[in-house]
C-alpha cells in the first residue's frame, strides 16, 4: 500500500507501513510506533493512517479514506487514535483518547475517525496534557485504520515489571477476548510475571504462549532501547499480533550498569536536604563532590550516583561489611528516617546481601581517616557540650568569616578568570567550628530517647524540642512575618498582586520599599532546593518570598501569631523539660539526671543545625554568580541560547566550550527535556536496587484502619482542618489552619509553616529541617505517609495526630 496523495499536495492518508518517527509529527506516536514494527519483520494488522495534515485543516479526505479502506478488503477495522502527542517516552496518553473496534462500512468509518478527532479535546485529555505541560494548541490527531484481529485472547506486555521497576523481570495481563478489557480494567484478568522460571499451563495462556511473549518483550526492548509497554492478541490459529509498543512512561530510572556480579543498593540522598525534584548536572556535579568529600572525612566510603537527576548513595559496600551492616539501620535513623531504615533491614535480611569475607566498608587508609576524624569529634563535641554559649558564639563567627571570604576576588574579568576562581577556590578551614557544635546539639536531642525508654515516649521529648531558639531557618521566617506586620497601606497591593509579578515589579526596581530589600540582603541567598548550583535563588526570583507574605497577611486571628506561637511553643517546652527531668530523676536517677543535662544541651546548640547549611550557601551563591556570568558571555558568542543553559553542563564541558569553542547545545537541550520530564515526578524511590526494583514496593503493607493513613509522628499534637497539598512554594495559597501536605519540605519551606496548622508529607526524617521546624512552631507533623500527596486531596478535611502518627481522612 502506497501513500494516497497527488505529488506535492498536502500528504492526508498514508501506508501504516510508510509512518516513522521521523514523521511523527504528521502520524502521531501511535502510527509511527506501528510502522516500526512493521519494517522490523513483526506481525502487525494491515492498515492505514489518516494523518494530522487532515485534522490541521478540519476536513476529512472521504474518498481517499474510502479508497484506502476498499483496499483493506472492506471488512472490519478498528479505528485507533494516533495524537502527535501520544506514546511518548514520558507520556502515553494511555486512555485518553478513543478507540472503536469492529467498525464496518466507509460511513462508519468516517464516523468512527471523526470520534477520534472529537476525543482529543475531551476534559480527560486535556486535563492530561495540562499535567504534562503539553501545549494543546500544538496537538492534532492522526488516526489509525487496521483489519480487526478476532483474538481469542489478548493483553498487554511489560517488558519491566511495571510495580517493582525490575528490570529483569516482564509482567503479563491477559484475558479471554478482546484485550480492550485489561487496558480499561473491565474484567478480571490473568497475570503472569515472567522471571525466567518455567511454568505449568494456567489461565487463559499457555507456558507456550508466555515463552513466546517474554522472547518478543525482549526482542522489542533491544531494539527501542528501553523498557516497553506492548498490546497484543492472539487469534484462532495461534498466530501472536502486536498491537502497539510504548515506552513504560511511568518507571524510575534504573541504576546506571556496572560490571559487578552481585546486585547493588542505593539509597535516595536528596531528602535529606527536603528536595525530591532533579538536580541539576551542574548542581549534581557540585553535590556528589561535596557528600563524597564530607563522608570520606567521617572515615566512610560511599559512591555517589545520578539515577534520574536524583542523588543516590551505593550502600553496598557498607551493607556486606560485617562490621559497618550492624549499626547502619540506626545511622540512618537521624537523617534519613524511617522508611529508608526499613528498606535497609530488608536489604540486610537478603541473602544476596550476606556479609563477605574480609569486610568491604572501607578502603586502604581510612581506618586512620577515621581515628583522626573520631578524635576531633570527640573533642568538638565535648567542648561545645560543656561551653555551649562559647561553642555557639564561636560558630557564628565561622559562618560570618565564611560570608566574608565567599566573595569573588576583584579582577576577574573574563570567563577564564571566573572558571579558574569556581574551579580553584580554597577549601574551607572552619568546618570544626561549624560542624560539631551542629553534631552534639543533635546527639543531645537523640540520646535522651534511649535514657528515658519507659519513662516519656517520643512525643513528650518532642514537646521539649519544640521553640528551639538560635534556629537561623526560624530567625528568617520570624523576620519575613515583622516585615508582613509592617506593610501597612501596601497591605492590599501584597494580597491582590500575583507573587510573580510581585517580583518582577521589585527586580525593577518599581515596586513601593516594603522592607523586601533588606530582607533579601539577608536572606536572599536561600531558596527551595537551595543546594542545587543550578537553582535560583530568593535574590534572583523572589516569587516564593512573596507568595508566603501573602499567606502572612491572611492570618488576622491573634492566636495565629507566629511570634505569639513560636513564644508559646518555647515557654510549654521548658515547662515540659522541668516536668520531665523530675519525674525521670524520681525513678531512674542517674538516666535522669544525664538525660537532663542533655535536654537543657539540646535546647542550646540543637537550634544550630540549620547554621551549617546556611553558611555553606555563601560560597555557592558566589559560584552560581560566577557560572551565570559566565553564562552570559557564551550567550553572547552564540555558543548558549541563554545563560542558565551553564547549570546543564560541568566544569569540564564548560572548559571545553570556553577555551576549545566546543558547541553543546544540543546536549544542554537533550539535558533539559530529560529535567522537565523528572521535574513532573510526583514519587522517587527510597532505594533501588542494581535490578530497577524499587525495595518499598517489596515490602509487607502497613496495617491501617479505613481511613487511616499511618506515618511517623515527628511533632506532637492534634489538629483536625482543610488538607492544602502544595508542590511549588512560589504558587502555594495557605489560609490560616491549613494543613499543609507535601512530598517533603526544605528551609525554602518554611515560610509556609507560620500559616499552617500542621504539616504532613510524603518522606523525611524526625530530626530533618521539616519536622524540626515544625516542633519549633508548635505544629503537629506527621512524616512519611506513603502517597500522602496523591491519596489526599485539597479542600479535605483530615486530623492529623502527631503523637500517634496518623492522618485520618474525612
Known amino acids: 500500500m502506497q501513500s494516497y496523495c497527488n505529488e506535492g499536495a498536502p500528504m492526508h492518508v498514508m501506508a501504516l507501513s510508510e509512518a516513522t518517527t ?24 494491515e492498515g492505514f493512517c ?61 464516523a468512527a475517525i471523526g470520534r477520534c478527532w472529537d476525543s482529543l479535546h475531551t476534559h480527560r485529555a486535556t486535563a492530561y496534557r495540562d499535567a504534562h505541560q503539553i501545549d494543546s494548541r500544538e496537538v492534532w490527531m492522526a488516526v489509525v485504520v487496521q483489519r480487526m484481529v478476532t483474538p481469542t485472547v489478548a493483553g498487554v506486555l511489560f517488558t519491566a515489571n511495571p510495580v517493582t521497576g525490575r528490570r529483569d523481570e516482564m509482567a503479563v495481563d491477559a484475558a479471554p477476548g478482546l484485550g480492550t478489557t485489561v487496558v480499561d480494567g473491565a474484567t478480571t484478568v490473568d497475570h503472569y510475571v515472567l522471571d525466567g522460571v518455567d511454568r505449568d499451563d494456567t489461565g487463559c495462556l499457555t507456558s507456550a504462549h508466555l515463552a513466546e511473549l517474554r522472547v518478543t518483550g525482549e526482542r522489542l526492548q533491544a531494539h527501542f532501547g528501553c523498557p516497553q509497554d506492548v498490546e497484543w492478541a492472539i ?62 572525612a567521617l572515615g566512610v566510603r560511599v559512591e555517589i550516583v545520578d539515577i534520574g537527576g536524583r542523588l543516590y548513595g551505593d550502600l553496598t559496600d557498607l551493607a556486606r561489611d560485617r562490621s559497618s551492616r550492624r549499626r547502619l539501620v540506626k545511622l540512618l535513623a537521624v537523617d534519613f528516617g524511617p522508611r529508608a531504615q526499613a528498606v535497609m533491614r530488608h536489604v540486610l535480611a537478603d541473602p544476596r546481601f550476606a556479609p563477605v569475607s574480609g569486610g568491604t566498608g572501607r578502603g586502604a587508609g581510612q581506618g586512620a581517616a577515621s581515628l583522626r576524624t573520631a578524635w576531633r569529634a570527640v573533642v568538638g563535641i565535648l567542648r561545645a557540650l560543656a561551653r555551649p554559649d562559647t561553642a555557639r558564639t564561636r560558630m557564628f563567627r565561622a559562618v560570618e568569616q565564611l560570608r566574608v571570604r565567599s566573595a569573588a576576588p576583584a579582577g576577574l574579568r573574563t570567563s577564564a578568570d571566573r572558571l579558574r576562581f569556581v574551579r580553584e577556590r580554597d577549601a574551607d578551614d572552619s568546618s570544626d567550628a561549624i560542624m560539631w557544635p551542629i553534631v552534639a546539639g543533635m546527639l543531645a536531642a537523640a540520646l535522651p530517647t534511649a535514657l528515658l525508654k519507659g519513662i516519656a515516649g517520643p512525643d513528650e521529648i518532642h514537646a521539649v524540642l519544640a521553640g528551639m531558639p538560635h534556629n537561623v531557618t526560624i530567625e528568617m521566617d520570624l523576620a519575613l512575618w515583622r516585615l508582613a506586620q509592617g506593610a501597612g497601606d501596601h497591605r492590599q497591593l501584597l494580597l491582590d498582586t500575583p507573587p510573580d509579578e510581585l517580583a518582577a515589579r521589585h527586580l525593577r526596581g518599581t515596586l513601593p520599599d516594603i522592607g523586601m530589600t533588606a530582607f533579601l540582603d539577608e536572606y536572599g541567598h536561600r531558596g527551595v532546593a537551595e543546594v542545587d548550583l543550578g537553582v535560583p535563588r530568593w535574590a534572583e526570583d523572589p516569587t516564593p518570598v512573596f507568595a508566603a507574605l501573602a499567606n502572612y497577611l491572611r492570618v488576622t486571628d491573634p492566636r495565629q501569631d507566629p511570634d505569639r506561637r513560636f513564644r508559646s511553643a518555647a515557654v510549654a517546652a521548658e515547662t515540659a523539660l522541668e516536668d520531665l527531668v523530675a519525674r525521670a530523676r524520681r525513678r531512674r536517677p542517674v538516666r535522669g539526671r544525664v538525660a537532663g543535662f542533655l535536654l537543657r544541651r539540646a535546647r542550646s546548640l540543637a537550634g544550630l543545625r540549620e547554621a551549617g547549611k546556611f553558611a555553606g550557601l555563601y560560597p555557592l551563591r558566589e559560584t552560581r554568580r560566577q557560572l551565570l556570568l559566565i553564562g552570559d558571555d557564551l550567550r553572547g558568542t552564540g555558543l548558549l541560547d541563554q545563560s542558565d543553559d551553564i547549570m546543564f553542563l560541568t566544569l569540564d564541558e564548560v572548559h571545553s566550550v570556553v577555551h576549545q569553542g566546543v558547541d553543546l547545545r544540543g546536549v544542554v537541550a537533550a539535558r533539559r527535556a530529560v529535567h522537565r520530564r523528572e521535574l513532573r515526578r510526583r514519587s522517587v524511590p527510597v532505594a533501588l ?20 493513613l499511618v506515618g511517623v509522628g515527628a511533632s506532637a499534637g492534634r489538629v483536625t482542618g482543610p488538607a492544602r497539598v502544595v508542590h511549588d512554594p512560589a504558587t502555594a495559597h495557605l489560609e490560616p489552619g491549613d494543613v499543609l501536605v507535601a512530598a517533603t519540605t526544605d528551609p525554602g519551606w518554611t515560610p509556609l509553616f507560620l500559616t499552617a496548622a500542621a504539616l504532613v508529607t510524603d518522606t523525611g526524617a524526625i530530626m530533618a529541617h521539616g519536622p524540626t521546624v515544625a516542633r519549633e512552631y508548635g505544629i503537629p507533623a506527621v512524616i512519611c505517609v506513603p502517597d500522602a500527596t496523591r491519596t489526599i486531596t485539597t479542600g479535605q478535611l483530615v486530623t492529623v495526630d502527631g503523637g500517634a502518627g496518623t492522618v485520618t481522612l474525612g
Open 235 to 296: 487469534d484462532a490459529h495461534g498466530a501472536l499480533w502486536l498491537l502497539q509498543s510504548r515506552p513504560i512512561t511511568s518507571l524510575f530510572p534504573a541504576p546506571p550498569a556496572t560490571d559487578k556480579p552481585l546486585p547493588r543498593v542505593y539509597l535516595e540522598f536528596g531528602h535529606v536536604q527536603g528536595m525530591l525534584q532533579p538536580v541539576t548536572p551542574m548542581g549534581m556535579a557540585t553535590l556528589r563532590a561535596q557528600i563524597t568529600a564530607m563522608l570520606a
Open 689 to 708: 536496587l542494581s535490578d530497577g526494583t524499587d525495595v518499598e514496593t517489596v515490602l509487607p503493607p502497613t496495617a491501617a484502619g479505613e481511613g487511616t
Open 50 to 110: 489518516v494523518t494530522a495534515e487532515a485534522h490541521r485543516f478540519g476536513v476529512l479526505p472521504e474518498a481517499e479514506i474510502i479508497a484506502a479502506y476498499e483496499r483493506l478488503g472492506a471488512g472490519p477495522v478498528a479505528v485507533r487514535s494516533s495524537a502527535t502527542a501520544e506514546d511518548l517516552p514520558d507520556a502515553s496518553f494511555a486512555g485518553q483518547q478513543d478507540t472503536v473496534l469492529n467498525v464496518t462500512g466507509g460511513a462508519e468509518v468516517i
Open 22 to 45: 521521523e514523521v511523527v509529527d504528521l502520524v502521531g506516536g501511535k502510527a509511527a510506533g506501528l510502522g516500526e514494527l512493521i519494517r522490523r519483520g513483526e506481525r502487525v494488522p
